[in-house]
């Protein structure tokens, strides 16, 4: 006679039902998985064991396909039933990771290896709580150090990074809307903030691929935000705070900072910030989370954007970064980002006061005045920076920017246009920043130079070092990989840029800028390669 469990399960439908879930397991088939494992929760009231186990895995189901929530009831479940359940503590320790709560995802971590004493378990579980602890650390103090990964050519999985939100605030900006503002002075290199995306789409897309395949990427990215959005309401809260380009600017909520950090239970917020958070649902419309999407995904191969660890692949790479999409844009930035996984890390390109706003280039800066102007029009916006308005409102100077980017336009001896821009900025006395604003914008005219032999010869003499023009842009426009290519480059014969040791440590200093501090001077070395490797068409 088959024994029945006081649910109503007798032995031997439980067991069928069992092995049917090891094949949906086995085929990924969550939503099937879950149906089975709920046949067996309804059933097995009765059996504690077999009712933690199957919540348990329901929820480690749930998880998988984004439903946090649920996938988190399931847990209390079993705990209530079993407060040591091995596996529900492992999942649920796994689904607070996922959402950055690490601090109680590594109390659940702690609680299961002292559940799994030295059996079956105990390793995963003291090796997750060991995760979580790091993964604390640095969502508190932002540190990072990514260049065991550097140094070992990026081999492996990319390293586990948390969200980090550092000495930054959003206000109002100057520029409209609102904007990202230090909180205290930074160093150049020091990270500003991690945030994961909300969701990615990639493509690994050939270079003759027609605009089809990357409206596939599109379309799947746009899919996996209204997943997202749909299933956590603290997404959904997080996207209804960003802009979808249609509100009046004064319109525009400033939010509070508590709102981006992951700690958000346990905090108490503004009635303002609750408000949002409950209200949202209601009002995030796939309409309005398109017209977001318009207003602030990122690209991973943007200008000011370094992807690390894609060892070459040609990707397209697209995503929504919840704080990281308040960052305006200025033509003399202050940051860029740098991507490692799923995670956007922004740091700064040169040093930062106190109360200065943060901004990244959202297009290519190292282009002149009209160009950028073109380009921030396409945006919506008219870019009003000072770099901007010293370019467009310098009486003495307006006439030579014309003419040079007429020359620049109609091609002819960039040497020429070279030195007699030179020529013009020091009759004019023209400031070290107003040079590094003009240099950068007629930057393809000065890296025609120095990539041509014959014109180093021609105009060598007249015109500036390569590397004494790199560390003046870098100065004004802030490190960037063309920048850095020409630093590195121009740093074998830097005359005017000091002696060698001067050179080396102005090189690392571009470096720092470039890729952030989260590579370490050792590793650096590496990306240096990559970068004088690269195709010469690499973006800023
Ligand atoms: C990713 S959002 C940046 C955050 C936005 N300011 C806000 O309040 O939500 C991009 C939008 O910000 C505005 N923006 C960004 N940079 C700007 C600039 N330099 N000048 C004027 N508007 C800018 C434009 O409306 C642009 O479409």
Redesign the pocket.
Known sequence: MTGVRGGGLDDETLQRLRSRATQLLLKEDWREYIAVCSRIVDGAAADRRVLCSALAHRADARARLGDSAAALADCEAALAADPVHLGALLSKGKILRGLGRYALAADCFRAAALAAGGGCGADEARELFEQCRRLEAQARSGAVDLSEWVLAGFAGKCPDLAEYVGPVEVRR?A?????VFAVKNVEAGATLMMAKAVAIGRGVLQDTTDGGEKMVVWKDFVDRVLDAAEKCPRTAALIH???T?EER?DD?VVPEMALFRQELEGLSLTDDTNMVMQGTREVLDVDRILKVLD??C?TEDAPAADVLGNNGVVNCGVGLWIL???????CHPNARRTHVGDHAIVHASRDIKAGEEI?FP?FDVLVPVSKRREA?RA???????DRCRFESEDFTLKQEILKSENDLVNGGDMGALVVRLEEKMRKSMVKERGKAFLRASLWSAYSAVYDSDKLVRKWGRRAPSEALVAENIADAVGGNENVLRAMLRGSKDANGCGNRLEVEDKVVRIGRATYGKVVKRHAMRALFRLTLDANNNVKV
């Open positions: 900006s520029r409209g809307g609102r904007g705070t960003l802009s380009g600017q525009l207003v602030n990122l990281p999409s308040f960052i305006n844009h200025s901004t959202y921030s945006w919506g916006f008219e870019c009003r920076c």
